[in-house]
């Protein structure tokens, strides 16, 4: 397939709404990540799992969750939207933690 | 915190020069990765140097790693209408393996 593929591809969400991002890897690769990307702040690991079963909390974890139920998958949930939340988010995928990440092409979300 | 910063944050060049950007961190690292990306694009991986190499190329890329200064450089050679894209420094922790994401410098190259 794609590599890894993200859904919605973009989305407006009311403040106070809970939303999940979705991400799914077909690389089997054993970690993935969450990041999200604001102007001029580069990418920020919001949280990570280094193999299915564990999860982890990254740079700003706050007001997110994640959940690793198999190797494939990895939904980023945010409970409850705040405009601070208006982000590109991205979620990547590597063999192990030392090694190349891939991404997938993004959810642009819009918390109103 | 970000652990990396790259410099310029935004170039401009003509078909055919060389673009140069540098990257600087903080901490230990166990290796230095490279992304590009396009306009609402993701990340693409360009480059991986580890701690304990100095200097490597691909194709029209040729990254150098200075762990005394904890500084790095990226040369695009014979840029590209194509190279035109946002790149990315990105450290691999020590101390936690996780990567730190610079904020980017931006190349516009001009046909």
């Known amino acids: 397939i794609a590599g890894i593929t993200q859904a919605p591809t973009s989305q407006i969400l009311a403040a106070g709404r809970r939303m999940t991002l979705r991400c799914t890897q077909d690389m089997r690769h054993n970690a993935m990540y969450w990041y999200r990307q604001d102007l001029g702040l580069g990418l920020r690991l919001i949280h990570y799992?280094?193999?299915?079963?564990?999860?982890g909390k990254g740079e700003v974890p706050d007001g997110y969750s994640v959940s690793r139920a198999n190797t494939d998958d990895f939904p980023l949930t945010l409970a409850s939207a705040v405009p601070s939340q208006t982000s590109v988010y991205f979620c990547?995928?590597?063999?192990?933690?030392?090694?190349?990440?891939?991404f997938g092409p993004g959810t642009r979300l819009l918390v109103l | 915190s970000q652990q990396g910063e790259e410099d310029p944050q935004a170039l401009s060049i003509q078909e055919g020069e060389n673009a140069t950007m540098n990257c600087s961190y903080k901490t230990s690292i166990n290796n230095l990765q490279w992304y590009r990306q396009n306009s609402g694009r993701g990340l693409v991986h360009l480059i991986l140097?580890?701690?304990?190499?100095r200097e490597k190329h691909s194709g029209r890329l040729r990254v150098t790693l200075d762990t005394s200064k904890k500084s790095s450089s990226l040369l695009i050679t014979a840029s590209r209408a194509a190279d035109t894209a946002s790149y990315f420094c990105?450290?691999?922790?020590?101390?936690?393996?996780?990567?730190?994401f610079g904020a980017g410098t931006t190349v516009t190259v001009r046909a």
């Open positions: 799992s280094n193999t299915a079963g564990t999860t």
């Open positions: 990105a450290t691999l922790r020590v101390d936690d393996y996780k990567l730190s």
């Open positions: 140097i580890r701690s304990n190499e």
């Open positions: 990547a995928s590597s063999d192990g933690p030392q090694g190349t990440q891939y």
